[in-house]
């Protein structure tokens, strides 16, 4: 119920009055001392200090964990690959092909060849080139090797060279 008058406000005043005196000043709470306060946590720079340092300290130790965690996951990774790659290059070795050095006029294959066919760059006076024995097909050592981790086949014209 809404009072239409001030009479009205009055008497609805005296039927239900405030929960707090506002009339008289109110006392200042009592000082938080000891573990009862609820504010104890933070109730003394001294100890907000301490607890921040705290924090930081924690923090920055999860920072320097997480850092060598990541670290030497990476290393292991690296040094994973890097063995099955030595272990893919030494199987590409045993296969059959000749190593040649490469000279200009030089005929490799059938016809004389100027370029590998997996690079696409010319060969230059001084390459290693690896022939393939089926198919008498030359190309540079490192572009054939690393061919042959991932295939099976020349890659100009597809024979079979395992």
Not at 106 to 124: D, N, R, Y
Not at 126 to 152: M, P, T
Request: hydrophobic residues 35%; contains cysteine; glycine residues 4%.
């Amino acid at each position: 119920m809404v009072p239409s008058s001030a009479s009205e406000m009055v008497q609805d005043l005296q039927a239900h009055p405030p929960l707090h005196n506002t009339t008289t000043a109110t006392s200042p709470p009592p000082p938080c001392t000891g573990r009862s306060c609820p504010w104890w946590p933070y109730s003394s720079s001294k100890d907000f200090t301490s607890n921040a340092a705290l924090i930081l300290a924690i923090l920055f130790s999860a920072l320097f964990i997480a850092l060598a965690l990541n670290a030497a996951i990476r290393y292991f990774i690296r040094r994973r690959e890097t063995t099955q790659e030595d272990n893919d290059v030494e199987a590409g070795e045993q296969e059959g092909g000749m190593k040649v050095v490469f000279s200009p006029g030089m005929k490799v294959g059938e016809k004389e060849t100027t370029e590998c066919a997996i690079c696409l760059s010319e060969f230059a006076q001084g390459d290693v080139i690896r022939v393939l024995d089926k198919c008498n097909h030359g190309f540079h050592y490192q572009c054939v090797q690393k061919w042959l981790v991932s295939h099976s086949s020349c890659p100009t014209c597809r024979a079979n060279c395992k």
